[in-house]
């Protein structure tokens, strides 16, 4: 039994499909992202676990339990918003005893779960605070501690992060993830940002359009997108546009501008059309040596890695994302790049979603 199905489920808005006979499951402890742009139906799929909004079509199960008309206060679901919507007259500690209350838990059963909560984030010595008076890291939380301290069936966590500074983001990005481990409870994570998504997920769902493009393991959708939508929204690659045939040394796709890039696709079928794609980080660059000639036209230093833009003889444009001790090569230098076939993930022009 599933904790959350959707089955065939639309949600119309007018002429707007926000969510168009979509089905997906989210098995018990699972840590699930919906990751997708701006109107690709994420915070609709949301808000219809949730019972802030009701679908056009189709069924919502929870726990096996058929949800779709039942209002939000019948659900035992937990919600962070992305703006942690805590109360600012109130203290942490009555901020997270308000779902008890509205509940109309007894007092002294009130008083342990906020205790326990309050462990669980660590957030003890400023249980009298009030919002304003904590950091955003630690407003969110209380907004966490707020979302669980009912016990609820299902956790629901909607960008908890775009709120934060990078460096913020990252430690609670870390923190989240220990406490839903612990907890072990249902999460579905809506976000756009791809490194939430694969840190945080054991499985991503990629929307686009009301629709799943792909869902699977975030390393499986990183390397083995189905096909460019997917690739190009899931991190930073490099496209190469050809025609698929079978050498001696093995199936290699041919592009317009001349490149030839050998991979590992035995069921391409020769005189067909595809798109290889390569990441960054597999591109490796030498000052000598064999591999295409490439010259650097941009440098640019992050710290963990250099992220060059260098062009090929034809003028193509690749990026190359070189990690560890590394002298950085300035505008204008003359390098050979090198891959293998192992890293070239070959997608087929019409994939079947």
Request: aromatic residues 6%.
């Amino acid at each position: 039994m599933s904790a959350i199905e959707f089955q065939c489920v639309a949600k119309h808005y007018g002429s707007v499909r926000a969510v168009d006979d979509l089905s997906l499951a989210v098995e018990a402890g699972e840590l699930v992202t919906v990751l997708g742009p701006s109107g690709s139906g994420k915070s609709t799929i949301l808000g219809l676990i949730a019972g802030l909004t009701h679908p056009t079509a189709g069924a919502i199960r929870i726990g096996g339990r058929d949800v779709t008309a039942l209002p939000a206060a019948a659900r035992n679901v937990g919600l962070v918003f992305q703006s942690y919507a805590l109360f600012p007259n109130m203290t942490v500690r009555r901020n997270i005893a308000f779902p008890l209350w509205v509940r109309r838990k007894k007092a002294a059963d009130i008083a342990s779960r906020v205790d326990a909560a309050l462990r669980l984030v660590h957030m003890e010595a400023l249980a009298s605070r009030r919002p304003h008076q904590l950091s955003g890291g630690q407003q969110q939380r209380v907004a966490i501690a707020r979302a669980v301290v009912f016990e609820p069936d299902i956790l629901l966590l909607d960008e908890p992060l775009a709120a934060l500074d990078r460096k913020l983001r990252e430690e609670v990005r870390g923190e989240l993830h220990r406490l839903q481990r612990a907890l072990g409870i249902t999460t579905l994570l809506v976000t756009h940002d791809q490194e939430e998504a694969l840190s945080l997920s054991d499985r991503v769902v990629v929307l686009e359009h009301g629709r799943v493009r792909q869902s699977g393991h975030p390393q499986e959708l990183y390397l083995r997108p189905v096909n460019r939508f997917v690739a190009d929204f899931l991190g930073v690659g490099n496209f190469f546009d050809g025609v698929n045939e079978i050498t001696a040394s093995g199936p290699v796709l041919r592009t317009e501008d001349g490149l030839v890039i050998s991979h590992c696709d035995r069921a391409a079928v020769p005189g067909t059309r595809a798109t290889a794609l390569l990441r960054p980080e597999n591109i490796a660059l030498a000052a000598d040596g064999t591999g295409i000639p490439l010259v650097v036209r941009d440098a640019v230093y992050l710290g963990q890695h250099v992220r060059y833009t260098v062009t090929t003889p034809s003028g193509r444009e690749l990026l190359v994302a070189v990690t560890g001790r590394h002298p950085v090569y300035p505008p204008g230098t003359a390098l050979q790049g090198t891959w293998t076939a192992d890293d070239v993930w070959l997608i087929p022009e019409t994939p079947t979603l």
